[in-house]
């Protein structure tokens, strides 16, 4: 009997094993296709729920450390840009999970390209460096600086790029492989022209539409003194000639081929030298910064703006509606009464346009530097889940009821201060694969462009409207740079600033002696190169 009983008790103890070990099979499959919760007092070691590796598999050891560039734009009262509300949730979704370890590095916005030639020199770039200055890039990949991202991108980039597309992605591709990748830029508009309405009221002009209209109007703001402010400035500018007084050359620009166009520096365009000729008639009539040559990073144009001596200025279409540096809200705190308009008072003499240059497609430049090539598969993952649409649209527009509101089915940005604070409009330096608001959709995306710029939305349409009129691409946007920019760039770009502040500030009878000889040493320093250069590659790609 004993015997048996054994027998028995064997017998069934042989089936609760047998149960035991299929219900532990069946447990281990669910856990690789779901998450579940555990019953009992059992101790089972999870995985974050956001994690992308499976719950039985092995410690993942140290994090590996993704160093990261992030303008710094000094927008007051802001937070560390390198350790903010922004960088630590960054940190949470995508860093944690992925056991990398994010470290923000600060750049000055102003000083961007030496700041990555001191990193590249000396061997100390974050493992993402961004640019917007196509011959820094190109001029890396010639000396060999950069890591190849080719692989990586087709291994983990599936997002990134779907978002991009094979047309923008070759704007950062170098004999057929990739070396940077561009950003996408929503908007093309490019530079615009600011005027004070109240100054206009005051002495009952209209806003102007023409050269002729707009330089009568500058006289005016400088006789009249409508603003009963001292040292009155009707037309503000900086150093950076070609940019912020654009329009002046648009306005004498000749016509002249594609090839032309592309081949020629902008120095040499017909037409451009009688634009600088007109700069020089204002400066001799006190018309524009006495002390524009001066003015290097902006700040002394920024802060005659705010004090109220400046009638007109240039630069970035959306410049006076923005949050930073906020000319507009910060103007109104000393003048309530004040406010900057967009206007596009340059007509071409030749066609009568108010023809202006817009942004190509592509717009910053991501590069990995060659001493972090072992952490390219990091970087791709990391710029493909920023392509994931809730990313960009929470880094963009934050929190609901925080940093928006949703007006129309469409997000419309609140005034945020303190911890919750974006240092930048939309969070543009930590969205790195987007430059400006994405909703896919044009007439959503340029509405809540519009939501994100407080207190000026009424002038939001206006400034991109006349930002994009009459606006054309460079033809040869699309080329590589030529080995002799990427040689000279940094050379010739100071050169040029050089004549502008020189042959601008002279006497009106010295200009053509000062701005001809200045034109030589340009060319000496390595223009001329650069041009028979563009020349050939012009023809390679495009044909005589």
């Given at each position: 009997m004993r015997k048996k009983l054994l027998g028995i008790v064997s017998l069934l103890l042989c089936f609760v094993l047998t149960a035991a070990l299929f219900a532990g099979c069946g447990a281990k499959e669910s856990d690789n296709t779901s998450k579940t919760s555990n019953s009992g007092n059992e101790k089972v070691d999870q995985e974050p729920a956001d994690s992308n590796e499976p719950a039985d598999s092995e410690p993942k050891g140290e994090p590996i450390e993704?160093?990261?560039?992030?303008?710094?734009?000094?927008?007051?009262?802001?937070?560390p840009v390198d350790n903010n509300y922004w960088t630590q949730w960054i940190q949470e979704q995508f860093g944690d999970p992925n056991n990398i370890k994010i470290t923000f590095v600060p750049c000055p916005r102003s000083q961007e390209v030496d700041t990555l030639n001191v990193w590249m020199a000396t061997g100390d770039a974050p493992d993402i460096c961004l640019t917007y200055d196509v011959a820094t890039v190109y001029k890396y990949y010639t000396e060999g600086g950069l890591a190849d991202l080719t692989d990586a991108l087709n291994e983990h980039g599936a997002?990134?790029?779907?978002?991009?597309?094979?047309?923008?992605?070759?704007y950062g591709q170098y004999d057929g492989r990739q070396f940077a990748i561009p950003a996408k830029r929503v908007i093309t508009a490019n530079t615009g022209t600011f005027i004070r309405k109240?100054?206009?009221?005051?002495?009952?002009l209209p806003v102007p539409d023409t050269t002729d209209e707009y330089y009568e109007t500058l006289k005016a703001f400088k006789e009249e003194n409508p603003g009963n402010v001292d040292k009155v400035i009707p037309y503000g500018m900086t150093h950076d000639v070609d940019y912020v007084a654009y329009g002046f050359f648009q306005a004498f620009l000749e016509e002249m081929s594609d090839k032309d166009y592309y081949v020629k520096h902008r120095l040499f365009l017909p037409g451009w030298k009688e634009g600088a000729r007109y700069l020089n008639k204002l400066y001799n009539e006190g018309l524009i910064?006495?002390?524009f040559p001066l003015d290097k990073d902006?700040?002394?144009?920024?802060?005659?703006?705010?004090?109220?001596?400046?009638?007109s200025y240039g630069g970035n279409y959306d410049l006076a509606l923005r949050n930073v540096p906020g000319h507009n809200i910060n103007l109104k705190e000393n003048f309530p009464d004040a406010e900057f308009i967009p206007c596009d008072p340059f007509t071409n003499k030749y066609n009568g346009k108010h023809q202006k240059e817009l942004y190509n497609p592509a717009g910053?430049?991501?590069?990995?530097?060659?001493?972090?090539?072992?952490?390219v598969d990091a970087v791709i993952k990391y710029l493909n889940w920023m392509a994931d649409p809730d990313?960009?649209?929470?880094?963009?527009?934050?929190?609901?009821g925080v940093h928006h509101t949703i007006e129309d089915g469409l997000p419309k940005s609140l005034q945020v201060e303190g911890e919750k604070m974006m240092p930048s409009l939309q969070n543009i330096d930590y969205t790195l694969i987007v430059n400006g608001i994405d909703l896919a959709d044009k007439e959503k995306t340029i509405a809540a462009n519009a939501f994100s710029y407080p207190e000026n939305e009424h002038l939001f349409e206006d400034a991109y409207n006349l930002g994009m009129r009459d606006g054309y691409v460079n033809p040869g946007?699309?080329?590589i740079p030529t080995d002799a920019e990427a040689k000279h760039a940094k050379v010739l770009d100071d050169k040029e600033l050089e004549i502008y502040a020189k042959s601008i500030t002279a006497k009106p009878d010295e200009f053509d002696k000062v701005w001809d000889s200045l034109i030589e040493e340009y060319l000496a320093a390595g223009g001329q190169e650069v041009m028979d250069e563009r020349s050939q590659l012009w023809d390679k790609m495009r044909g005589n």
């Open positions: 993704l160093r990261v560039e992030v303008f710094d734009r000094g927008t007051p009262g802001q937070t997002e990134r790029k779907a978002y991009l597309g094979d047309e923008l992605l070759k109240d100054w206009l009221d005051a002495l009952n910064s006495p002390e902006g700040k002394m144009l920024d802060e005659a703006i705010v004090r109220g001596q400046v009638g910053i430049r991501i590069i990995v530097p060659k001493t972090s090539e072992d952490k990313v960009i649209f929470f880094l963009q527009f934050g929190e609901e946007a699309d080329l």
